[in-house]
C-alpha cells in the first residue's frame, strides 16, 4: 500500500479510536454464536444499503442518519447492512484504481461511528461489479480491489462494531477481463483469489476484523460450509429466497450447522440477504422466517426490505419507514416484539 495511503488511513484510526473509546460495543464470535461485549446474542440486522447517503457532503450533520439509527434501535434492530459501492457510480467507495475516495471513506467512518455509539453492529458488505467508469464499463481490476479492502479495513481499524463481507455474491459479482484473464473470470477463479489473496490481505491490515464472503441465493449449503472452511472465513453467511423461503428458513440453518459442526468448523450462521418485498409481501412470511431462523440455531437473520431498491435513494431526508412498502412497514412495527420471544 503507498506510503500516503497509510499515513491517512492512520490517522483516520486514530481519530475514529477517539470517538470509539467511551462507548464500544465489540462484535465477536464464540463458535456458533455472534456475541456482543462479549455476551452471546442473536442480531437482527436491517438492509441499509445506501445508508451513507444520509450524512450530507459538507459533512456538517448527521441528524437524518441518527433519525434512521435511533428508530431501528426503537423496533429491535440490532445492526444494519451497507453497500459502500452501491449502485450510484459517483458515489462509490472505491474508484477505479481501487483507491478510497476521501469524501465517500469519511461519510462510511461516521456512519459506523454513529452505529457504534447507538449500539449497533454495521456489517460491510462489499462488491467489484458496481465500480464503473464515465462509459458505465466495470474498471476496477481484482488486484486494484484487494489494495481497496485493505485501505477500508485500515480506515475501519478501530471500528469493533463491524464485520467484512469481502464480495457480495461472489459467484455473479465478478471482475472485469485484465492480462490473465483475457477472456474473463470465472467464479471458481474470483472463488480462489478471495480465498488465498484477498482474504488474507485484508487480515493482514485488521487481524480481528471478523469476515465473511457471501454466495448467490439458495446455493448448496454443503458447499458454501466447505469453501468458508477453506477460506478460513469467520462468518457462514447465507442468501436465501423463492418460493417456500420463509420455511426453508430453518431447514437451511439446521443443514449449515450440521455441516460445519461435523467438520469441527462452528461458526455463526448468518442469513444476511432473504426475500424481500416485492418479490413477498407477506408480512407473515418474515415472521416466520425470523422465527424460524432463531429456533433452528442461526446467529443473526436480516429484515431484507425494498429500501435497496436505486428508486428509493437515501439521498432525501425522507424518513426510512415511510419508503418501506405497507407490509413491510407492519413487520417492522412488530419486530422487536417477535425478536424477543
Known sequence: MPFVVVEVA????????????????????????????????????????DGVRRIPDRLDSTSVLDADLDAFVRRGVDGVRIFPNWQFRAETLMQCDGSLRPL????????????????????????????????????LSAAAYKNGLQAAAETLRAARNALFD?????????????????????????????????????????????????????????????????ANLDVISYHNRGAGWESKTASYAATLKTLATQGGFARPIYFQ??????????????????????QAGAAAWTFHNSVTDTSKPLAGAKPFETLLEPGERAFLARLKSMAEQ
Request: charged share 25%.
Open 10 to 49: 492512520a490517522a483516520i484510526a486514530v481519530w475514529i479510536a477517539g470517538l470509539h473509546a467511551a462507548d464500544a460495543s465489540v462484535l465477536g464470535a464464540r463458535g456458533d454464536r455472534f456475541t456482543v461485549n462479549g455476551q452471546p446474542r442473536f442480531l437482527v440486522f436491517i438492509s441499509y444499503f
Open 104 to 139: 465517500q471513506r469519511d461519510k462510511l467512518a461516521r456512519l459506523v461511528a454513529r452505529a457504534e455509539a447507538k449500539g449497533l453492529i454495521v456489517d460491510v458488505s462489499f462488491t467489484i461489479d458496481t465500480v464503473r467508469d464515465q462509459a458505465n464499463r466495470q474498471c
Open 166 to 230: 469481502l464480495q457480495n455474491e461472489h459467484d455473479k459479482n465478478l471482475p472485469p477481463r485484465d492480462p490473465a484473464h483475457p477472456n474473463g473470470w470465472t467464479a471458481a477463479g474470483w472463488r480462489e483469489y478471495l480465498a488465498g489473496d484477498v482474504a488474507p490481505a485484508v487480515k493482514a491490515s485488521d487481524p480481528v476484523r471478523l469476515i465473511t464472503i457471501s454466495w448467490t441465493s439458495d446455493a448448496p449449503p454443503r458447499a458454501v460450509v466447505d469453501y468458508a472452511r477453506r
Open 273 to 294: 440477504e432473504p426475500n424481500r418485498a416485492p418479490f413477498d409481501a407477506n408480512a407473515a412470511h418474515y415472521k416466520a422466517a425470523l422465527a424460524n431462523a432463531k
